[in-house]
């Protein structure tokens, strides 16, 4: 019996083989990333199912690829040839939320916005908020340790994950962590787990930490002559408040969300920040507007109104929306020291002005990371050149300017190439031994992060000694 004949008896309905249905999981978001043919698309229900791909993948010397909702923009999720994509789609309940001890216990499938609603109910909330929150994973926000918009005050999904039931390589179920809020027995495999892409394990449940729901929040909306200035402004605030949200869209991004949905945005600004509080009182919306003023800019508009708040925050959750409208987008995704917040801004213009190329960028600003968003013409090949070019260059000034190439997409392919000088030789070496000590065989999601690793029927081909 062929290897594809033994996994149809194992996943039934599970398993997909049609040619035209396998194309909608060959590429995430990461369009611009090369998508190989897989096998085929596996579809678990349970962990007692990925323990069976796992087996049979180990048997056959098989890649699989883990796949949340394919909303990825570092080609984390990219197929390869001769794979089999794991989608999780049908493993998305959630199993509990202990309200007493504030946990849930999820599925990977489930969608960060389905959680969020289901705490809601019960007076908590989940704070993770990625842009694609209604659309993406809870199990793939794990995979790349995803930030968000309110992770300035409230931290990233790392700082939420308590425990996780994973499937190594050959098979075996492993529990890390459990619903206690402080344990240290042992190595913390917990947190090497999320954050690792896939590349570890196959993640099959998640316990997380809930807070109580928070009381709603005031807005506020700057505009600024220059992205210096608006950069200036965030040091400020950082400095005098705790605020709940500080985001930043440049004049290009601007542009583009108000040409794909008027919002009577001030396109002639070079800067707009969004910042909120959800502290008691007026005095930090106070501070932050006293920031902006004395850094040169305008308030234009500030609320308490809940929905009113969210309202002003479309335009930058509709960003990479709108741009995508106008071409391809390669997604960077670097942090910097808060202090070099300015000069990474004036940096990226610089990037702009030396490559003829458009790049428009968005910010999780009070923890220093930027978004510079690279559009192109993928039909013109010098455009493409230029384009890669300045994405490649960001994460050059933001490794020079003691920051990193990812703050919370991952490294996926797409930034594979500058691992190398972030991390150095020996932990690079060190992130190969990991990577050996679960997956021997390097079946799991190959060519991600690290080593890029050919699999297929017939064995493992070649590492890519640059990384």
């Known amino acids: 019996m062929s290897p594809l004949g033994e996994l149809a008896l194992m996943l039934r309905d599970g398993l997909v083989t049609d040619r035209d249905v396998i194309e909608g999981y060959r590429h995430d978001k990461a369009l611009w990333a090369p998508g190989g043919w897989p096998l085929a698309v596996a579809r678990p229900s349970s962990t007692a199912d990925v323990q069976a791909?796992?087996?049979?993948?180990?048997?056959?010397?098989?890649?699989?690829?883990?796949?949340?909702?394919?909303?990825?923009?570092?080609?984390?999720?990219?197929?390869?040839?001769?794979?089999?994509?794991?989608?999780?789609?049908?493993?998305?309940?959630?199993?509990?939320?202990?309200?007493?001890?504030?946990?849930?216990?999820?599925?990977?499938?489930?969608?960060?916005?389905?959680?969020?609603?289901?705490?809601?109910e019960r007076e908590l909330w989940y704070p993770p908020d990625p842009s694609s929150y209604a659309i993406s994973t809870i199990g793939g926000n794990?995979?790349?340790?995803?930030?968000?918009?309110?992770?300035?005050?409230?931290?990233?999904?790392?700082?939420?994950?308590l425990g996780l039931e994973a499937v190594l390589a050959d098979g075996t179920a492993l529990r890390t962590g459990g619903r206690s809020r402080k344990d240290v027995a042992g190595y913390d495999l917990t947190r090497l787990l999320v954050g690792s892409e896939g590349t570890l394990a196959l993640i099959t449940e998640i316990t997380l930490r809930l807070r109580r729901r928070r009381p709603p929040a005031t807005t506020l909306v700057a505009t600024?002559?220059?992205l210096e200035a608006s950069?200036?402004?965030?040091?400020?605030?950082?400095?005098?408040?705790?605020?709940s949200m500080l985001e930043i869209m440049d004049r290009a991004a601007i542009r583009a969300v108000e040409r794909f949905r008027p919002l009577d945005l001030d396109t002639e600004a070079a800067a707009m920040l969004i910042a909120q509080s959800d502290a008691p009182g007026a005095a930090e919306l106070s501070c932050m507007q006293a920031a902006c003023e004395a850094a040169g800019g305008t308030v234009i508009a500030t609320t308490e109104d809940e929905g009113e708040g969210q309202m002003l925050l479309t335009a930058r959750r509709l960003a990479l929306t709108a741009l995508e409208q106008l071409g391809t987008v390669l997604v960077d995704?670097?942090?910097?020291?808060?202090?070099?917040?300015?000069?990474?801004?004036?940096?990226i213009e610089a990037i702009v002005a030396a490559n003829q190329t458009t790049v428009a960028t968005v910010a999780h600003a009070g923890d220093g990371n930027l978004h510079p968003l690279v559009v192109f013409d993928r039909n013109d090949a010098a455009a493409e050149a230029r384009a890669v070019a300045a994405f490649n260059e960001v994460m050059t000034q933001a490794l020079d300017l003691g920051g990193t190439i990812t703050g919370e997409h991952g490294v996926g392919t797409l930034k594979r190439g500058l691992l190398t000088?972030?991390?150095?030789?020996?932990?690079?070496?060190?992130?190969?031994?990991?990577?050996?000590?679960?997956?021997?065989?390097g079946i799991l999601n190959p060519g991600k992060v690290i080593a890029p690793v050919t699999c297929g029927v017939g064995g493992v081909g070649s590492v890519d000694t640059e990384s």
Request: aromatic share 4%; proline share 4%.
């Open 53 to 120: 791909l796992a087996r049979w993948a180990t048997k056959h010397r098989i890649a699989l690829v883990p796949r949340g909702a394919g909303t990825g923009v570092a080609g984390g999720a990219t197929a390869i040839d001769g794979c089999v994509v794991v989608s999780f789609e049908r493993m998305n309940r959630i199993l509990a939320i202990d309200e007493a001890a504030m946990v849930a216990v999820v599925q990977p499938g489930v969608l960060n916005g389905e959680l969020k609603a289901a705490a809601h």
């Open 333 to 347: 995704d670097v942090s910097v020291p808060l202090p070099q917040l300015p000069e990474m801004f004036r940096r």
């Open 421 to 441: 000088r972030q991390l150095g030789a020996a932990s690079l070496a060190l992130h190969h031994r990991i990577k050996g000590a679960f997956d021997p065989d």
């Open 231 to 243: 950069g200036r402004a965030v040091a400020a605030i950082v400095r005098s408040v705790d605020a």
């Open 142 to 161: 794990v995979a790349t340790n995803a930030g968000g918009l309110c992770c300035v005050k409230y931290g990233v999904t790392s700082d939420y994950v």
């Open 224 to 226: 600024f002559g220059s």
